[in-house]
């Protein structure tokens, strides 16, 4: 039963042999078969047609050198405005967790999340315990230091009395040593009037540095009062500080993201009472690759579009000065109004930030051709000649492409673009008037 296809195989194999490796041979072959059956018939065999050069004649040429009809549109660039466009998400302006600053218990209600506060509302408030009395202790210590104060300033006259009184004693020892010295020169003193005179004028002497050590004490113990003054005022503001930090307030108007501390909660310092966001206004971040962050300015417009559907406009407030070393891009921060909260902490965001204006040509899309180096570009027309341009797609509208690389004025080839190459003459004719900025 396998021989038929096997032997069907080896024909097949010995037919393509003859006519792959064999042909002249077999062409040979048909072409005497071919003679012999005209031979037996009567007929004389063909002769060999060989082929002479026609000549072009001057009707081709002119056909060739016909202008290729094409419709085209005359378009002259103005200045559209531009943006650029990034991904983000909305980030609240502000947001704080609010901590206790000391230690105590919650005697306050607690405020539930979601509730709107406004600036400076109390959010907890803390159990006073001994502050009164620690308040009340620091204050009657400073009112001491202040009777001690005119206490030692009553001192300072009877102190500088003394070195007065020392003084005179001084200049009077010093007469009387003078004197006694110059009559036991002259023979009219003895040497123990000289030696008492001495010892008077250094008790003297020792007299002023006394009294001047007393009235430096009395100096001193004024500034020590003053000193005692002060401490004990900063006694007292601590101790005021400490009693206003019961009272635990939101730093700005926001809603609350979490629940205030529970009634009855023991707080200590940096233990949370509660967080506060500010939405209004809302930050929109997105960031801007190196090609394009040239192009944004702070303080330029902005608008977004949330995944939610709510649409913002804004201004470009921050632009980032150094890129992230991940994935080198630049932070960019826009502003937007919220007053009516629509806008939520972490929503994905379309951020689309104006840049200046561009001059570019708004032409169809069907009009964008390839050259042969796989070039995007346009066909256009000069001096009656087709010819191929380059572009550079700014962006693409519902009326059309914007392109940019265009002399101030061209004409386009709209239609028939793809069966001219350059160098072509064409007649065209324009579908549209002469566009106007």
């Known amino acids: 039963m396998r021989l038929f296809p096997i032997l069907i195989a080896g024909l097949v194999c010995v037919a393509l042999f003859f006519v792959v490796l064999e042909r002249e041979a077999l062409l040979g072959f048909a072409r005497d078969m071919t003679g012999e059956a005209a031979a037996a018939q009567g007929t004389p065999p063909e002769e060999e047609v060989v082929a002479e050069p026609v000549a072009i004649s001057d009707t081709a040429t002119d056909a060739a050198s016909d202008p290729v009809h094409v419709v085209a549109m005359r378009s002259v660039a103005r200045e559209v405005?531009?943006?650029?466009?990034?991904?983000?998400?909305?980030?609240?302006?502000?947001e704080v967790v609010v901590m206790a600053e000391t230690t105590g218990t919650v005697v306050s209600e607690p405020l539930r999340k979601g509730a709107f506060v406004e600036a400076d509302q109390l959010l907890c408030e803390l159990d006073p315990g001994s502050r009164g009395a620690t308040l009340s202790e620091a204050e009657a210590r400073l009112a001491?230091?202040?009777?001690?104060?005119?206490?030692?300033?009553?001192?300072?006259?009877?102190?500088?009395?003394?070195?007065?009184?020392?003084?005179?004693?001084?200049?009077?020892?010093?007469?009387?040593?003078?004197?006694?010295?110059?009559?036991?020169?002259?023979?009219?003193?003895?040497?123990?009037?000289?030696?008492?005179?001495?010892?008077?004028?250094?008790s003297a002497e020792a007299g002023v540095t006394a009294a001047s050590t007393g009235l430096e004490t009395m100096q001193a113990g004024i500034k020590s009062a003053r000193a005692g003054v002060q401490a004990a005022e900063a006694a007292v503001e601590r101790a005021r500080l400490d009693i206003e930090k019961l009272r635990i307030k939101a730093p700005f108007a926001g809603l609350l993201e979490t629940d205030t501390a529970e009634l009855g909660a023991l707080l200590q310092p940096g233990t949370p009472c509660a967080t506060v966001v500010q939405l209004d206004p809302m930050k929109l971040v997105g960031f801007l690759p190196e090609a394009q962050v040239d192009r944004v300015a702070v303080g330029a417009m902005a608008g977004a579009r949330l995944a939610s559907g709510v649409e913002a406009q804004g201004e470009v407030t921050f632009l980032s000065r150094s890129a992230d070393d991940l994935t080198r891009t630049f932070r960019v921060e826009v502003t937007v109004p919220n007053p009516d909260l629509e806008i939520r902490d972490g929503q994905t965001a379309e951020i689309l930030i104006e840049t200046p204006a561009t001059v570019a040509h708004m032409i169809p899309a069907s009009a964008l051709t390839l050259n042969d180096e796989g070039q995007l570009g346009l066909r256009i027309i000069e001096d009656g000649l087709a010819g191929f341009t380059p572009v550079t797609l700014v962006r693409d509208t519902v009326d059309g492409v914007l392109l940019s690389g265009l002399p101030a004025t061209v004409e386009v080839i709209t239609v028939g673009q793809e069966y001219v190459t350059d160098g072509v003459p064409v007649r065209a004719t324009f579908a549209e008037p002469e566009a106007t900025q």
């Open 81 to 94: 405005p531009d943006a650029v466009m990034v991904r983000g998400q909305s980030e609240a302006a502000r």
């Open 144 to 202: 001491e230091a202040q009777a001690r104060v005119p206490e030692a300033e009553a001192r300072i006259p009877e102190a500088q009395a003394r070195v007065a009184e020392a003084e005179a004693r001084l200049q009077e020892a010093r007469i009387n040593q003078n004197a006694a010295s110059r009559l036991s020169e002259g023979g009219f003193a003895s040497d123990t009037r000289v030696a008492n005179a001495d010892a008077a004028l250094r």
